[in-house]
């Protein structure tokens, strides 16, 4: 009797010391960024994780500032996920989902004049999925060495360069009163040049 209950024993204390095992926390997680643009929310999809909530926290702000920036990247995004991470003595695996499918990075953006008039409002709020998989007719944000950000609809492509076009076609005119009195006449055209393809951040489909 006496040989059975230690052999009974014996098996509890293995059996407790394996589940403990298999339940001991990992400091190597699965994070999942989901985002549509505007809202960003960052969760560990890891089985029974608990990791520090100031970390989450902290990625999920940079997680923002990283979506709203025209600079950003998936691979970016991911990189300062696991530099956060790394503070707090975890590794991450990073996966972002949004609209657009997995690891497809959106971008808001507002629209501001009215060279896209009557298919886009000053002051419109858009979505832009970054990429450089865009075709003729279709809606860019890009980088133009001159005005900065510009939202244009692509005319033409040749080779490694992008031929940007507005949609409002009218030639605008403003009267500026000068401080001797004089008045000048402002004309602006509607845009139309090259860039090259690399300057396109990505096409608008939201708006």
């Excluded at 902290?58 to 991911?78: G, R, Y």
């Excluded at 970054?130 to 060495?145: C, E, L, M, Q």
């Amino acid at each position: 009797m006496k040989l059975r209950s230690w052999f009974v024993i014996g098996i509890i204390i293995l059996g407790v010391m394996a589940t403990s095992a298999c339940i001991a926390p990992s400091n190597n997680i699965g994070i999942t960024i989901d985002t549509n643009g505007t809202n960003v929310t960052v969760k560990s999809t890891t089985f029974l994780s608990n990791p520090p909530s100031q970390m989450m926290s902290e990625m999920e702000q940079q997680a923002l500032t990283d979506i709203e920036s025209s600079n950003s990247t998936v691979e970016s995004v991911k990189s300062d996920m696991q530099s956060i991470a790394k503070k707090y003595n975890y590794t991450v695996n990073v996966t972002i989902n949004s609209q657009f499918g997995t690891d497809q990075l959106p971008m808001p953006a507002q629209v501001s004049g009215t060279s896209m008039v009557p298919t886009l409002q000053d002051g419109q709020s858009i979505i832009v999925l970054k990429t450089k998989d865009f075709k003729v007719n279709d809606i860019v944000v890009a980088v133009h060495p001159d005005y900065g950000l510009i939202v244009k609809r692509v005319g033409q492509i040749s080779g490694d360069q992008v031929y940007l076009i507005s949609d409002n076609k009218n030639i605008e005119t403003t009267t500026v009163k000068l401080n001797n009195g004089a008045v000048e006449t402002i004309t602006k055209t509607p845009y139309k040049g090259w860039l090259p393809k690399k300057n396109v951040i990505g096409v608008v489909k939201e708006y």
